[in-house]
Every structure is written in C-alpha cells, then in structure tokens.
C-alpha cells in the first residue's frame, strides 16, 4: 500500500502525458529548388554566356540556378583563343563549378616541346658521332713509349 501511493504521482504524471495531444510549432525550410553554378575565367577576364546571355566578366555565381542543362560559353579576348564551350547539368542542392581556360595565341607548345626533342636528339647523336669518330682517329701512345 505504501508503495502504491509513492507512485500514484508518478502514476498520474504518466497518465497526463498519454492523454494530452503533442502538438508542435516547429517549422522545417523547405528543401531548395535550386543550384549553385559558380564560372571562373582563367588567366584573363572574359565575359561569361549562360544560355547565350552575358552575364559578367571573369567570375559568376548564381546561388538560385535553375536546375536542368546549361550552356557555358566565353567571349573573345585580343590575344587569347576563347575556351570551348561547356554544357553542364545543374542539380538542386548542389554546387557546380567550372573553370573557364583561355589560351594564348601562338602558344602551341606541345608542337615546340616535339620540336625541341627532335632537335636535342639529333644534337646528342651528332655529339656521339663526333666522339667516336674522334677517339677511333686518335691513336693511343703505347704504354712506356718516349715522346
């Protein structure tokens, strides 16, 4: 009996809580709708084309992007070939960047680093034709011999 009225209270606190509707004001944001599409343009400051509109020059950062395929393309710069153009897929909740890359003119250094191999291996092979053809001329002096 004594321990009967010790848990009547907890008892009653137990019963209050099953009965009592939860409710609750807590509001959640909605989950975003949109993406992230960060541009960067590299060396130089080109303009920047979203689906063909201008939309900066050198950096572009849309927070709100609409998700769905976009295309990137860059304006020219006197000096610079303009990167190829990029189509991407934007995703809700998430971020795409794209660095843009311009190119300077005249600057096809995979055609000097070929050349420049060519050149260095036909040096080396002269210099060892010459070093053979040196050292079967010169005539060894003979061991003890007086000059």
Same mark, same amino acid.
Request: proline letters at 8%.
């Given at each position: 009996?004594?321990?009967a009225?010790?848990?009547? =209270? %907890?008892?009653?606190?137990?019963?209050l809580?099953?009965i009592?509707p &939860?409710?609750?004001?807590?509001?959640f944001?909605?989950?975003?709708?949109?993406? *992230?599409?960060?541009?960067t343009?590299t060396?130089?400051?080109?303009?920047?084309?979203?689906?063909?509109?201008? &939309?900066g020059?050198? !950096? !572009?950062?849309?927070?709100?992007?609409e =998700?769905?395929v976009?295309? /990137?393309?860059?304006?020219? %710069?006197e000096? !610079?070939?303009?990167?190829e153009? *990029? &189509?991407?897929?934007?995703?809700?909740?998430?971020?795409?960047?794209? *660095?843009?890359? !311009?190119?300077?003119?005249?600057?096809?250094?995979?055609?000097? %680093?070929k050349?420049?191999? /060519?050149?260095?291996?036909?040096?080396?092979a002269l210099?060892?034709a *010459?070093?053979?053809g040196?050292?079967?001329?010169?005539? =060894?002096?003979?061991?003890g011999s007086?000059?």
């Amino acid at each position: 009996m004594k321990y009967a009225i010790k848990l009547l =209270p %907890l008892i009653a606190v137990t019963l209050l809580l099953l009965i009592t509707p &939860v409710t609750t004001n807590a509001q959640f944001p909605p989950m975003p709708t949109t993406g *992230v599409l960060i541009v960067t343009t590299t060396p130089m400051e080109g303009e920047i084309f979203i689906d063909g509109e201008c &939309v900066g020059t050198g !950096y !572009y950062r849309n927070d709100a992007m609409e =998700p769905g395929v976009h295309t /990137i393309a860059c304006g020219p %710069l006197e000096g !610079y070939i303009p990167p190829e153009t *990029v &189509v991407t897929t934007v995703v809700a909740t998430e971020t795409k960047t794209i *660095v843009m890359e !311009y190119t300077p003119q005249g600057a096809d250094w995979k055609k000097w %680093l070929k050349w420049g191999a /060519i050149v260095l291996a036909i040096g080396f092979a002269l210099g060892l034709a *010459v070093g053979i053809g040196i050292g079967a001329v010169a005539k =060894p002096k003979a061991q003890g011999s007086k000059s």
